[in-house]
């Protein structure tokens, strides 16, 4: 049995060791050659080749500057070749409905059977018999009728049927036998497997094949046949295919998931290529704020959730992530992949549906007809949901020490019925009158009127924008991220202030965090530890690698721990380093790191000649940007003493240190 190599196994125990915060105090500033390196590694996915001379030319406070204003930065043109095969990302939710979510197959109608088939071959009366009469009465039709009627109708019982029929009874086994026979060889004609369609040799390619054998077995196929087999093939072999092939037998596989997975590639190829490094960063950080899982609640919400979370993230989150808290608190609330997660779309108030001038055989409601709305039938037993009035308060603006009571969960999520979605195929927020609680609430000491309405949520939104405990909460989540895990009261403070003064500008929030003493102290410098996205994405831009296809890197993601967009309860991944640093996920990094460096990732090509010819310390100076630390260094020595320090070996261990673990 092979043993993991003795360095891997220094620097997995001294990344195991990394603590939260490196050393240092949050009022002694960073030395100059440091502040460029602490900003690319806070406002951007790590350095790629080139970017810490590009700060230092233009000046820390400009370049700041210049990401708080990602409009007025000139895009990667790179970015949109690597998402141009994606083209979910450009389509609008009723294109991306009708052409991936294609109705199921209907039955065989020339093979099935029952009363309806029943019918068509006989008058009424005798077809009654047939299906509901005595063994005699069934036989007796039987007989009045030829050969070939006869076997139609034989064909047509149902199994139950087959053993009452008499001197017929052989004859309708045996046409039973016909038909289940037919419809098992139409169901392989419209589904093929592997056998169906390659000789055994070629099967045993397609399951096992490598990837020269593979992409010779595809280019001999048709085109047709070709994406069949594509969508036939083992999870090991997806990543031996080129994208346009994988996402045509992904489409053959499983329709529905290639939106989701479009949508996955994307957040990495943004993370890595994007020129507005800090809007991605936003982006991912109040998608996980307002975390939604994609695969929660999918037959409730009729399969449909998982293809709105692109929508969610374009619409409701990155638009507003350096605008006003209030308004990205707003359309997270109206969105459909929210009210279908935290199962407001269902919420009403108790028999609100069926009394009172606001029952749906009313009429229209704001100019919504009744029959275009959810049936509130459907969802009487389930009456009032406080989930998202619990979660709105305990997550999303005051947090769990917030001051809110069980009373003001219960008044905010009767604000919030009737905030629901107009339907599964047209996916759209709509305010159902019908659903609402029109009575007098009482939330965190405001008032709201009865018979407010969709107006009811609107001023709970407002109240909680404007919370100062909102203020203080959303900037601690800030502060944790850019600054440390345990961000310095006095910061927090001064953003809270900063929210309240500028009725919640997030720009100007992150303004007073980037431009305070705090964020380049020696207390905040690689306190934080990356998560598994930060890691593997800053590791492609450290080495400067071209991800031409980001599947595999998705997958890696997601075996280190964190599935993107699949954080299954509402608080989102954790934003602090203990929660990475379990053995297997160690372990899982450095394996990562030494696939990457020595060029195994499919649809990741390294540039090997950036490293050729050069030492260990020119290497770990280049993916880190500076020295080593002691530690690292030390790990490094005893590792590679005796051993060929080749780059891709010393890459590896570098990418795979404590040192490049922190941020």
Same mark, same amino acid.
């Given at each position: 049995?092979?043993?993991?190599?003795?360095?891997?196994?220094?620097?997995?125990?001294?990344?195991?060791?990394?603590?939260?915060?490196?050393?240092?105090?949050?009022?002694?500033?960073?030395?100059?050659?440091?502040?460029?390196?602490?900003?690319?590694?806070?406002?951007?996915?790590?350095?790629?080749?080139?970017?810490?001379?590009?700060?230092?030319?233009?000046?820390?406070?400009?370049?700041?500057?210049?990401?708080?204003?990602?409009?007025?930065?000139?895009?990667?043109?790179?970015?949109?070749?690597?998402?141009?095969?994606?083209?979910?990302?450009?389509?609008?939710?009723?294109?991306?409905?009708?052409?991936?979510?294609?109705?199921?197959?209907?039955?065989?109608?020339?093979?099935?059977?029952?009363?309806?088939?029943?019918?068509?071959?006989?008058?009424?009366?005798?077809?009654?018999?047939?299906?509901?009469?005595?063994?005699?009465?069934?036989?007796?039709?039987?007989?009045?009728?030829?050969?070939?009627?006869?076997?139609?109708?034989?064909?047509?019982?149902?199994?139950?049927?087959?053993?009452?029929?008499?001197?017929?009874?052989?004859?309708?086994?045996?046409?039973?036998?016909?038909?289940?026979?037919?419809?098992?060889?139409?169901?392989?004609?419209?589904?093929?497997?592997?056998?169906?369609?390659?000789?055994?040799?070629?099967?045993?390619?397609?399951?096992?094949?490598?990837?020269?054998?593979?992409?010779?077995?595809?280019?001999?196929?048709?085109?047709?046949?070709?994406?069949?087999?594509?969508?036939?093939?083992?999870?090991?072999?997806?990543?031996?295919?080129?994208?346009?092939?994988?996402?045509?037998?992904?489409?053959?596989?499983?329709?529905?998931?290639?939106?989701?997975?479009?949508?996955?590639?994307?957040?990495?190829?943004?993370?890595?290529?994007?020129?507005?490094?800090?809007?991605?960063?936003?982006?991912?950080?109040?998608?996980?704020?307002?975390?939604?899982?994609?695969?929660?609640?999918?037959?409730?919400?009729?399969?449909?959730?998982?293809?709105?979370?692109?929508?969610?993230?374009?619409?409701?989150?990155?638009?507003?992530?350096?605008?006003?808290?209030?308004?990205?608190?707003?359309?997270?609330?109206?969105?459909?992949?929210?009210?279908?997660?935290?199962?407001?779309?269902?919420?009403?108030?108790?028999?609100?549906?069926?009394?009172?001038?606001?029952?749906?055989?009313?009429?229209?409601?704001?100019?919504?007809?009744?029959?275009?709305?959810?049936?509130?039938?459907?969802?009487?037993?389930?009456?009032?949901?406080?989930?998202?009035?619990?979660?709105?308060?305990?997550?999303?603006?005051?947090?769990?020490?917030?001051?809110?009571?069980?009373?003001?969960?219960?008044?905010?999520?009767?604000?919030?019925?009737?905030?629901?979605?107009?339907?599964?195929?047209?996916?759209?927020?709509?305010?159902?009158?019908?659903?609402?609680?029109?009575?007098?609430?009482?939330?965190?000491?405001?008032?709201?009127?009865?018979?407010?309405?969709?107006?009811?949520?609107?001023?709970?939104?407002?109240?909680?924008?404007?919370?100062?405990?909102?203020?203080?909460?959303?900037?601690?989540?800030?502060?944790?991220?850019?600054?440390?895990?345990?961000?310095?009261?006095?910061?927090?403070?001064?953003?809270?202030?900063?929210?309240?003064?500028?009725?919640?500008?997030?720009?100007?929030?992150?303004?007073?965090?980037?431009?305070?003493?705090?964020?380049?102290?020696?207390? @905040? *410098?690689? /306190?934080?530890?990356?998560?598994?996205?930060? =890691?593997?994405? #800053? $590791?492609?831009? &450290?080495?400067?690698?071209?991800?031409?296809?980001?599947?595999?890197?998705?997958?890696?993601?997601?075996?280190?721990?964190?599935?993107?967009?699949?954080?299954?309860?509402?608080?989102?991944?954790?934003?602090?380093?203990? @929660? *990475?640093? /379990?053995?297997?996920?160690?372990?899982?990094? =450095?394996?990562? #790191? $030494?696939?990457? &460096?020595?060029?195994?990732?499919?649809?990741?090509?390294?540039?090997?000649?950036?490293?050729?010819?050069?030492?260990?310390?020119?290497?770990?100076?280049?993916?880190?940007?500076?020295?080593?630390?002691?530690?690292?260094?030390?790990?490094?020595?005893?590792?590679?003493?005796?051993?060929?320090?080749?780059?891709?070996?010393?890459?590896?261990?570098?990418?795979?240190?404590?040192?490049?673990?922190?941020?």
């Amino acid at each position: 049995m092979l043993s993991t190599p003795r360095p891997i196994v220094l620097l997995a125990a001294a990344t195991l060791a990394l603590t939260a915060n490196a050393g240092g105090a949050f009022d002694q500033k960073l030395p100059a050659d440091r502040q460029s390196l602490q900003v690319l590694n806070r406002l951007t996915f790590g350095a790629r080749p080139g970017d810490l001379e590009e700060v230092r030319r233009i000046g820390i406070a400009k370049w700041i500057e210049m990401q708080l204003h990602p409009a007025d930065i000139a895009e990667n043109p790179a970015l949109e070749a690597k998402l141009k095969p994606l083209e979910t990302l450009r389509m609008t939710m009723p294109e991306i409905v009708a052409k991936y979510t294609p109705p199921a197959p209907g039955m065989m109608m020339a093979f099935q059977v029952g009363p309806f088939q029943i019918n068509q071959l006989l008058p009424r009366d005798e077809a009654q018999k047939v299906l509901n009469g005595s063994t005699e009465e069934r036989v007796a039709v039987l007989k009045t009728l030829d050969a070939d009627k006869r076997r139609e109708v034989l064909r047509a019982l149902t199994p139950n049927l087959r053993p009452f029929t008499g001197e017929f009874k052989q004859e309708a086994e045996e046409a039973g036998k016909a038909i289940d026979a037919e419809r098992q060889k139409e169901a392989r004609r419209r589904n093929p497997q592997l056998p169906d369609l390659l000789n055994p040799d070629q099967v045993l390619i397609a399951r096992s094949g490598n990837r020269e054998q593979l992409a010779g077995l595809l280019a001999y196929l048709e085109p047709e046949k070709r994406a069949v087999v594509a969508g036939l093939l083992p999870p090991q072999s997806l990543v031996l295919l080129p994208e346009e092939l994988r996402r045509a037998g992904q489409f053959q596989r499983a329709p529905r998931q290639v939106a989701s997975e479009d949508l996955k590639e994307a957040k990495v190829l943004r993370a890595i290529y994007s020129n507005r490094q800090l809007e991605e960063v936003l982006v991912d950080f109040w998608y996980n704020h307002f975390n939604v899982d994609q695969g929660k609640n999918l037959q409730r919400a009729q399969n449909l959730e998982h293809l709105l979370i692109g929508a969610y993230e374009r619409d409701a989150i990155r638009p507003h992530v350096l605008g006003h808290f209030k308004d990205l608190l707003l359309a997270t609330a109206r969105h459909p992949a929210m009210l279908y997660y935290l199962d407001n779309w269902e919420s009403m108030a108790p028999d609100s549906a069926n009394v009172g001038p606001f029952a749906p055989e009313r009429g229209n409601f704001n100019g919504v007809p009744n029959s275009i709305i959810p049936s509130p039938l459907a969802r009487l037993a389930h009456g009032l949901n406080e989930n998202y009035g619990r979660e709105v308060m305990e997550l999303h603006t005051l947090g769990v020490k917030g001051g809110y009571t069980q009373e003001d969960v219960i008044n905010v999520a009767r604000c919030f019925t009737g905030w629901t979605v107009r339907d599964a195929e047209k996916p759209e927020f709509v305010f159902a009158p019908f659903m609402h609680d029109f009575g007098e609430k009482t939330v965190l000491g405001h008032k709201i009127a009865a018979g407010g309405g969709e107006g009811d949520g609107l001023a709970v939104i407002e109240i909680l924008a404007h919370h100062p405990s909102t203020a203080k909460f959303i900037s601690y989540e800030l502060a944790q991220r850019f600054v440390a895990d345990d961000p310095p009261p006095a910061l927090v403070e001064r953003m809270s202030q900063t929210f309240l003064k500028t009725d919640g500008d997030l720009r100007a929030v992150m303004h007073t965090m980037f431009t305070s003493p705090e964020f380049l102290s020696e207390g @905040a *410098w690689e /306190s934080k530890v990356k998560s598994p996205f930060e =890691m593997v994405v #800053s $590791a492609v831009r &450290a080495t400067g690698a071209d991800a031409s296809d980001a599947f595999t890197l998705v997958q890696k993601i997601a075996d280190l721990g964190q599935p993107l967009y699949a954080k299954i309860e509402p608080n989102g991944y954790p934003n602090t380093g203990a @929660a *990475w640093l /379990s053995t297997t996920g160690v372990m899982g990094r =450095m394996n990562f #790191s $030494a696939a990457l &460096a020595f060029d195994m990732l499919p649809g990741v090509k390294l540039d090997s000649a950036r490293l050729a010819g050069k030492n260990g310390e020119a290497i770990t100076h280049d993916l880190l940007g500076r020295d080593a630390s002691p530690e690292t260094q030390m790990a490094l020595e005893k590792g590679l003493a005796g051993k060929e320090a080749n780059p891709p070996f010393v890459a590896s261990l570098v990418l795979g240190s404590p040192d490049f673990q922190r941020r």
